[in-house]
């Protein structure tokens, strides 16, 4: 159902509900605000000039999914191809889910976001956003804020400042600001890391490069597998239906994952040897492990690289790929040195060393004048933060894919602005109960459980957890496809125009 025409409102432009990016998060919350909650007007503020976010941004060559997108799908659209895609298949998904359901006529694209401030007189947020095509500086006004801005700087990736970069002759770059232009055609590529994006760059580069040599600080788990879901295609041989086969495969993917991730906690060297074991279907059985696959952490504790067909593998005992476990000491005119004074020559160097997290898209905030630290907020379930009303962050999973909790946050987003109109409420904020009143407040991370570097290196940007789940993102699907469907909206813990300071009981006890 189309959602209401925008209202003008003096210079602002006035919507109930504002989502802020179009990428798999943003688009999924408009999908779920029409249909669930079809009253309420909305516009997608994004600052690209087209959809997609991640799969728009990333274009370096074999740019790819790493989950199945039985998963990494909507829960509302079935996928049809292999399970691994690529950015383009992704996009061309996405694309439909915008067409089909007219999210595009919400779509303001090149409007990039400057600031949010929050009255609690007027119950409104002001938006001030730029449209790049003219630099024209435009208000909006809008109710309740749905961030869906992901969670890294897409413009500027994470690049460590190595000594001697000035030197290096030959052509560096990071795979996030990948020039399609570059060819590599005959050359000597060094990739530096060796996470998922190393492990999707790494056999594209193989198919033509002279050599690739990667270089780790220290070796990943990889997961190898045949890139086909043998149920799906089954379950399409005889003739069943894709939105049957989608949710069936879906349950299906689920329970193994649920199955795989308890199993690493409770017997991660079992597991390990089974990854060993799919990687020597693809490497042959003399494959050798050490040292340069043999990861230090727990399995699990970061995330797996996918590697479809074995390709990383092949690669490898191809000839076609050296691996170099150690650190960069320093560029030199010719490529690199390690710290152990191995010298490693390139023409072209590409950077895999992730991203700079951004936590709401570095977007200023202020509450009622004062700006927002967010660091000095706790998270409900990882999506509401104390002392900042109306708004919901879309933060997905690790272990399971992202979209999982986009789908489940819109029914949630929806349940309460639905559940606002039935109070007749303007404005909702997360507030720690009475019973909070001694709990520990902890980084947002549990270091122990998962530790990517890039949300290791920024700790002090996130907003904060506490010791109770409530009050945590546990990056546990399994578990929240519980909870939240079951949250009490009308539980202490959700304060509604203001009518109960559960934070007064705490700084007075
Ligand atoms: C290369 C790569 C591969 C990945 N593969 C997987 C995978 O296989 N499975 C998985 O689960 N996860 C994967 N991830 C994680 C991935 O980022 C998420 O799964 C998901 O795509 C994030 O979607 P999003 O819409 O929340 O954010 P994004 O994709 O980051 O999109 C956010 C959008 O918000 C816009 N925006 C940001 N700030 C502003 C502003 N101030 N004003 C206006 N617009 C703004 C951005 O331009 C962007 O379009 C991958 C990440 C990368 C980088």
């Not at 309420?40 to 274009?59: A, C, P, Q, R």
């Amino acid at each position: 159902m189309a959602a209401k025409a925008l209202e003008k409102t003096g210079t602002a432009t006035h919507v109930d509900v504002v989502i802020v990016g179009a990428g798999i998060s943003g688009v999924g919350s408009a999908y779920h605000l029409q249909e669930q909650s079809p009253d309420k007007s909305y516009v997608i503020l994004e600052m690209k000039d087209t959809f997609g976010g991640t799969w728009e941004t990333h274009k370096y060559p074999g740019v790819r999914s790493d989950s199945d997108l039985y998963t990494f799908g909507y829960r509302f659209k079935p996928w049809v191809g292999a399970p691994i895609a690529s950015a383009e298949e992704i996009l061309k998904y996405m694309g439909e889910v915008i067409e089909e359901n007219g999210i595009d006529e919400h779509i303001r694209y090149g409007h990039r976001i400057d600031r949010c401030s929050w009255s609690s007189e007027d119950n409104l947020w002001t938006v001030e956003a730029t449209r790049l095509s003219d630099g024209a500086e435009l208000t909006f006004t809008c109710n309740f804020l749905w961030m869906c801005q992901g969670y890294y700087n897409h413009e500027k990736p994470y690049i460590p400042d190595w000594p001697g970069m000035d030197q290096y002759k030959g052509q560096f770059i990071h795979a996030q600001l990948w020039d399609q232009k570059i060819d590599y055609t005959g050359k000597r590529v060094l990739v530096i890391g060796s996470g998922a994006t190393a492990a999707t760059v790494i056999p594209a580069f193989a198919e033509k490069a002279e050599h690739v040599t990667m270089l780790q600080r220290s070796p990943t788990y990889f997961f190898c597998s045949e890139n086909k879901n043998e149920l799906a295609d089954r379950l399409r041989e005889i003739g069943i239906d894709e939105p049957t086969i989608h949710r069936v495969v879906r349950a299906q993917i689920m329970y193994d994952q649920d199955m795989l991730t308890r199993r690493c906690q409770t017997e991660p060297d079992v597991v390990f040897e089974e990854l060993k074991e799919l990687v020597r279907m693809y490497a042959g059985p003399d494959f050798e492990f050490e040292p340069h696959f043999t990861p230090k952490y727990r399995v699990w504790q970061q995330r797996l690289a996918f590697c479809p067909e074995g390709d990383v593998f092949k690669a490898a005992v191809s000839g076609k790929l050296s691996v170099v476990t150690d650190t960069l000491e320093t560029f030199t005119e010719k490529g690199v040195r390690t710290s152990s004074g191995e010298e490693i020559e390139a023409d072209i160097i590409v950077a895999c060393t992730g991203f700079n997290l951004s936590v709401m898209g570095g977007i200023p905030f202020e509450v009622d004048g004062d700006p927002v630290d967010w660091h000095d907020t706790v998270n409900y379930r990882g999506m509401m933060f104390t002392g900042v009303p109306n708004l919901v962050w879309v933060f997905g999973y690790f272990r399971a894919s992202w979209t999982l909790r986009v789908d489940m946050l819109g029914d949630f987003v929806c349940r309460l602005l639905n559940h606002m109109d039935s109070l007749g409420a303007k404005r909702v904020e997360v507030a720690l109960r009475a019973e909070d009143k001694d709990m520990e407040i902890l980084p947002w991370i549990e270091s122990d459980n998962f530790n990517p570097n890039y949300l290791m290196r920024d700790l002090d940007k996130l907003p904060q957890r506490g010791s109770k789940p409530e009050w945590r993102h546990n990056q546990d699907y399994w578990r929240e496809r519980e909870e939240i469907p079951a949250i009490d909206l009308d539980g202490e813990e959700f304060v509604y125009d203001g009518m109960r300071q559960v934070n007064a009981v705490r700084e007075a006890g």
